[in-house]
């Protein structure tokens, strides 16, 4: 099994900046993508930034320009740059990764989130 830890949550007021960063324990041999989802209360999960393997990145449109996403080739660790932080930005931020080859039954592991608040 993978373990992920996240860490650099906090309370930042709006325009400011926060890194959030992820590692990974276990079988991390196993993982091609590790990245970052994101949860407000009342909502569903959404993606937020994801790497590969390969190095390929993925933005959610609500975070280009401002979010940066940057890991190993080994992945056994993620680093999420958040600029520009906006309010709407709040939310538990969640560490995901995955297997090449994953289903909702195996390869597939999440943190327990941090929280991200920010304020107007």
């Known amino acids: 099994q993978v373990q992920l830890v996240e860490s650099g949550g906090g309370l930042v007021q709006a325009g400011g900046s926060l890194t959030l960063s992820c590692t990974a324990s276990?079988?991390?041999?196993?993982?091609?993508?590790m990245g970052w989802y994101r949860q407000a209360p009342g909502k569903q999960r959404e993606l937020v930034a994801t790497?590969?393997?390969?190095?390929?990145?993925e933005f959610a449109d609500s975070v280009k320009g401002r979010f940066t996403i940057s890991g190993d080739n080994a992945m056994n660790q993620v680093t999420l740059q958040m600029n520009s932080l906006r309010p709407e930005d709040t939310a538990v931020y969640y560490c995901?990764?995955?297997?090449?080859?994953?289903?909702?039954?195996?390869?597939?592991?999440w943190g327990q989130g941090t929280q991200v608040t920010v304020s107007s």
């Open positions: 790497t590969e393997k390969d190095g390929a990145t």
């Open positions: 276990g079988r991390i041999s196993t993982i091609h993508h």
């Open positions: 995901n990764a995955r297997s090449r080859l994953w289903s909702a039954q195996r390869g597939n592991y």
